[in-house]
């Protein structure tokens, strides 16, 4: 089993910066490539970004986050971060890191999932 705890989040100015941390225990993370997913009210939870295990040579992002958000990850802290720069108010979300097998956008290709943190840009 693996544990799994956002956080990071807070109010925050549009143009502004956040950097969410996903803090794993129960067992290492090397072993599972990792996501980041956003759900807003009313919407389906969506894919933001994902990492490829071990050590995080492959990187992927939504069209919507490329170029301003950065996901890596800290195998000796058993932790992944989402650096979120240039912030819009539609990123306002509560943000949910997962592992699973594969980096891949479908949410149930992950086993393992965090009960999130709260993101909100205001314009």
């Known amino acids: 089993q693996v544990q799994l705890v956002e956080s990071g989040g807070g109010l925050v100015q549009a143009g502004g910066s956040l950097r969410l941390s996903c803090a794993a225990s129960?067992?290492?993370?090397?072993?599972?490539?990792m996501g980041w997913f956003r759900q807003a009210p009313g919407k389906e939870r969506e894919f933001v970004a994902a990492i490829s295990w071990l050590s995080g040579s492959n990187t992927y992002y939504a069209d919507s986050v490329k170029g301003r958000f950065t996901i890596s990850r800290d195998n000796a802290k058993n932790t992944v971060y989402l650096q979120m720069n240039s912030l819009k108010s539609e990123d306002t979300a509560v943000y949910h890191c997962?592992?699973?097998?594969?980096?891949?956008?479908?949410?149930?290709?992950?086993?393992?999932w965090g009960q999130g943190t709260q993101v909100t840009v205001s314009s």
């Open positions: 129960g067992r290492t993370i090397t072993a599972y490539a």
């Open positions: 997962a592992a699973g097998p594969r980096p891949v956008m479908l949410t149930t290709s992950y086993n393992y």
